[in-house]
Every structure is written in C-alpha cells, then in structure tokens.
C-alpha cells in the first residue's frame, strides 16, 4: 500500500509524502555510519555528480523523520579556497535542510527517480519553500536503495535555471546511484572486516 501523503486544502497542493520507513531508515543509516556527519568520499562522489551532469549543485541526501542531511556535497566554489571576509552574495547551501524542503523527501518515499526540468511546471512542487528561499528550478534525483532493499537516502543535482535533463540524465543519476550504493556497500564490509 502507497503511503497515503499529507494535504493541505488551503493551498490545494500536495505536501512532502508521510515516511513510514524513516525509524527503520535510521536504524539502518546507524549501522552504516553514515547521515551524521560529512564524508570525504561522498563530497568527491557529489563534485563527480556534479561534473557529470553540469549542474551547479549536487548532494548525497540522507533523511530521517524530522531532517535531510547532505553528507556528500557540492556547491558553486566548493573547489577553491574560502577566503575570510564578507558575506557572499549568493545563497549557501548547508548540510541540513528540513525534511519539508526540497524533493528528496518525495524520492525516497516513491523509491524512484524524479526528473523537474521546470518546477514551476509542476503545480505540486513549485510551492516548494527551495523554490523561493533558493531559486531551485529544476532538480534530478534518485533512491540509493541497499542490498537489504531499503531506501537509505538520495542523489540528487539542482540548478536555479531550468534544465533539460531528458531521459540522459535519468539514465545518468540512476546509474549514480547504483555506483553510490556499491560504494557504500564496500564501506559496510571494510567496517564489518
């Protein structure tokens, strides 16, 4: 059975999907170690992600009941050396984002890749808060779904302009993900070694 998702009738828009796997997710997430803190690896994988398909931005998502946590990310100037000083002007993407932001929330409940090439397209994601607080226009993701054949958490580029993604890039961030999964895979072994 289809988790059954929230609504709000005010806005007639359908908001993030109820998780009902999101206890045994963090289970599994903690005898990964992984959903708590950055990993090196996982900001190489989304730079890689990131230089694959020519966006802006990439994550490595894991989400819980309450947050989303990028333990893998990529950000404009993530390669050069942060200088201190002013403020930048464009907005910066941090490690933790509400579980009602964003898409991945809708990915890991669906377990399949979601493709926006314009979110403003879609009546129920563009009221999405990312939209507004960060000019997300389009987004591609996919579930990194584990041997034990949980959702654990998503892949996912975003750009603040509209994007062709086509059936290329679906193609592409699925086939991320799967590269994802053996990689995280090989983690838990070395751990269990």
Known sequence: MSPTPSYDPTSHLLL??????????????????????????FDEFARRLAQITGAPYAMVNFIDEHRQYFAGLYAPGSDRTVELGPAQPAPEVGRVMARDHGYCPHVIVR???????DVCDYPRFAGNPVVDEIGI???????LIDRTGMAIGTVCVVDQE????????LET?????AELVDQIHRMEQRQGA
């Open 162 to 169: 509209p994007r062709p993604w086509g059936r290329q890039g």
């Open 16 to 41: 993030t999907p109820e998780d009902r796997e999101a206890p045994a997710r963090v289970t599994r997430l903690r005898e990964l170690g992984i959903g708590e803190a950055p990993v090196p690896e």
């Open 111 to 117: 377990r399949k890749a979601l493709v926006l090439e």
């Open 137 to 143: 226009r389009s987004y591609l993701g996919a579930p």
């Open 173 to 177: 961030i699925k086939g991320m993900a």
